[in-house]
């Protein structure tokens, strides 16, 4: 009985190795989509637990949002047409769950959003909302 204890618990501790290794790789290959979508306008990137969003103009950094995976909700990541871009929110209306640096003006402040704005990079819209949809739902379950 002892044993075979023993092997089942073998059995899970690699499974479940295997399954978090091939979540890791899925979630790369999503980030990766997500920056391939959005060259010259912004680099996403994971920091831990954070998501960091970079903004470059004539190849100077001038802003950069930083913001808890785990507090995004999928289900709010929509293109606002009007605003041209696309907006990451927060499940709460939790006003401080962004963390927002603007390097030329030497700003902080903490917002209740993320938006990407999108200039010439339209047509990616649709795409990229559903790439961060993925991405969040990804990160979520591991």
Not at 92 to 120: A, D, P
């Amino acid at each position: 009985m002892r044993r075979l204890f023993s092997y089942l618990l073998i059995m899970v501790i690699t499974i479940s190795a295997q399954f978090s290794y091939a979540q890791k790789g899925a979630l790369q290959e999503s980030l990766s989509r997500i920056n391939r979508m959005l060259v010259g306008i912004a680099e996403v990137s994971m920091k831990k637990e954070n998501l960091l969003v970079k903004f470059t103009k004539n190849g100077e950094l001038y802003r950069q949002d930083k913001v808890l995976i785990d507090e995004l909700d999928s289900k709010k990541v929509k293109y606002v047409s009007e605003e041209n871009s696309v907006v990451l929110r927060c499940f709460s209306e939790n006003e401080g769950c962004v963390f927002r640096q603007l390097f030329l003006k030497k700003r902080k402040n903490y917002y209740s959003r993320l938006n990407i704005i999108l200039k010439g990079k339209e047509k990616f819209a649709v795409e990229l909302t559903r790439e961060f949809k993925i991405f969040i739902n990804l990160y979520q379950e591991n």
